[in-house]
Nanobody
Framework: QVQLVESGGGLVQPGGSLRLSCAASGSVYSIDAMGWYRQAPGNQRELVATITRGGKTNYADSVKDRFTIFRNNAMDTVYLQMNSLKPEDTAVYYC?????????WGKGTLVTVSS
């Protein structure tokens, strides 16, 4: 099993930046990929960005060139650097870890972009 704990959410003005962190514990050696998803009120959960153990990244079109996902070498911490934030980025951001045949989720951290 893997436990995920997110941190770094908060209130930021449009155009500002935030960095989210996700710390994984447990069977981290089995993690194939980690990622960030988000869910805004009334919307379905959607992909933001993912990164594999080998370092391959994938981004939603809506965040390309503004957000960057990166991880430490041990693959037990993943970060999401968010720049040029927009009000439409407001959502609960969830960390995800993919293991063979299983997905794990954190409880989420709220990001609010508002003036």
């Amino acid at each position: 099993q893997v436990q995920l704990v997110e941190s770094g959410g908060g209130l930021v003005q449009p155009g500002g930046s935030l960095r989210l962190s996700c710390a994984a514990s447990g069977s981290v050696y089995s993690i194939d990929a980690m990622g960030w998803y988000r869910q805004a009120p009334g919307n379905q959960r959607e992909l933001v960005a993912t990164i594999t153990r080998g370092g391959k990244t994938n981004y939603a079109d809506s965040v390309k060139d503004r957000f960057t996902i990166f991880r430490n070498n041990a693959m037990d911490t993943v970060y999401l650097q968010m720049n040029s934030l927009k009000p439409e980025d407001t959502a609960v951001y969830y960390c995800n870890a993919q293991l063979p045949g299983m997905d794990y989720w954190g409880k989420g951290t709220l990001v609010t972009v508002s003036s």
